[in-house]
């Protein structure tokens, strides 16, 4: 697990986009556990809906690679979020989730209050991969 500025020295902003583009394409299935940021929400939802559907589900806002992929294009401006991917549904449990226990992850990244990424994947290669996707200009 790796903690990373949101904001890169040139003062460019690590977007949820820049992150999942050094993803490899997968089917793993991803879940969007916590939201807040702005942008254009699923179903033209506000983002305080889009907030109350995520916490409706029992296992968040679950999507595939592309719905997450087009979802992440959407997005302005990330303040919080966790999202995770798991290689089955029955691998995502919320709470530990909401914990920081990523250990049954392929993926997770967590933004926290608009100043940092925490990164976290069970592959290290991926892993320094999202790291330079968040440090790179």
């Known amino acids: ?18 992150l999942l583009a050094k993803v490899p394409v997968n089917s793993w299935v ?43 294009e959407t997005i302005e401006y990330t303040i919080d979020c966790l999202i995770i991917a798991v290689s089955s549904i029955d691998k995502l449990e919320v709470d530990k989730l909401l914990a920081d226990d990523f250990q049954e992850c392929e993926v997770a990244l967590r933004a926290i209050d608009s100043t940092e990424w925490i990164l976290f994947s069970s592959s290290q290669t991926l892993l320094n991969k999202l790291e330079e996707a968040a440090l790179q200009s």
Do not use: C
């Open 30 to 72: 991803w879940s969007v556990i916590e939201f807040d940021g702005a942008g254009q929400m699923p179903s033209n939802y506000s983002t305080l809906e889009f907030q109350k559907k995520i916490r409706e589900q029992p296992h968040g806002l679950v999507l595939t690679w592309s719905e997450i992929l087009k979802f992440s």
């Open 1 to 18: 697990m790796l903690e990373v500025p949101m904001y890169r020295v040139n003062g460019t902003r690590a977007q949820l986009a820049d």
